[in-house]
């Protein structure tokens, strides 16, 4: 079994999308590896480590925190897997400038034996996109045939973070918690209140869900009254692409892409070329 995946073309405007790179602020580098350093510290097993990436509300900053944290445990050499559950409004693909694919709907719809793992031109980081919209989200998210899919991914990667939908708008995220190592919530400074807070607490609390700990993003260094690691700054806010209802579904999987085969009783490893990368020019009013 072999872990290489061929690197794909770049992509463009990391900057602009704020998702980590040699341009991204010291003190915001500085504050995912201190979270990726707790979570290192917090997982003591050799197997894949799995952690859904939650919070209260949209526009917390999740799906961006999800994938700047993949990116973090990826610089250090680790195998990352980011998985977009958010069936009904994904970002994931959107943030990372990939096309919409086949993914995960489909797989756990089976409407496809593969699972399309997608290679970024990050070494080491592959995306499970979240694929067509389907009308029983948190029904696929609760199935066995997921929990077959995590097993098989766990296989190939170190890490697998999973980016989910809001805890109070939706029930996805607390159907994953005997299926997750543990939940990192992600709070938005100045927008989410406490009894919204209070509330995405005690759904995962019902469930029995771990909380590994929580994010405070889009931290201002002046009101906050402290400079460093805490700041995440102007990267907390991730624009149009985490907002939901923006962006349609649906478009056909033409791509060829590294692939898990699905058989009868388990998963297999089978390479493939990865997808090529949708680049685009730089959109000011995004």
């Known amino acids: 079994m072999t872990k290489n995946v061929t690197k794909k073309t770049k992509v463009t405007n990391l900057k602009e999308y704020k998702i980590l790179n040699e341009h991204t602020s010291f003190s915001v580098r500085e504050a995912y590896s201190t979270v990726r350093t707790n979570l290192l510290f917090a997982e003591h097993s050799d197997k894949c480590a799995v952690f859904a990436i939650c919070g209260a509300s949209e526009n917390a900053g999740k799906s961006l925190t999800c994938i700047n944290l993949a990116i973090s ?30 993914g995960l709907s489909d797989v756990l719809a089976k409407l496809t034996k593969d699972i399309p793992i997608i290679a970024t031109d990050v070494k080491n980081l592959c995306i499970l996109p979240a694929g067509s919209i389907p009308p029983n989200p948190a029904e696929l998210l609760y199935s066995s045939r997921f929990e077959r899919v995590l097993e098989a991914c766990s296989e190939r990667f170190d890490y697998i973070f999973i980016d989910t939908p809001p805890l109070n708008l939706v029930s996805d995220a607390a159907l994953l918690a005997e299926k997750v190592d543990g939940y990192v919530f992600v709070v938005r400074a100045g927008f989410d209140n406490r009894r919204d807070l209070a509330n995405a607490v005690e759904t995962l609390t019902k469930v029995n869900g771990k909380i590994a700990g929580f994010i405070l993003n889009d931290v201002n260094e002046k009101t906050a009254g402290y400079k460093g690691y805490g700041n995440y ?11 939901y209802g923006k962006y349609g579904y649906g478009s056909k999987y033409t791509n060829k892409y590294d692939s898990v085969e699905m058989a009868d009783k388990k998963f297999t490893i ?17």
């Open 73 to 102: 445990f990826a610089k250090i050499g680790k195998n990352v897997l980011i998985i977009d559950s958010d069936m009904r409004h994904p970002s994931v693909n959107k943030a990372l400038r990939i096309k919409k694919n086949t």
């Open 233 to 243: 700054g102007k990267y907390g806010k991730y624009g149009k692409y985490g907002r």
């Open 270 to 286: 089978r390479e493939k070329s990865p997808a090529p990368r949708q680049e685009t020019t730089q959109n000011k009013g995004e």
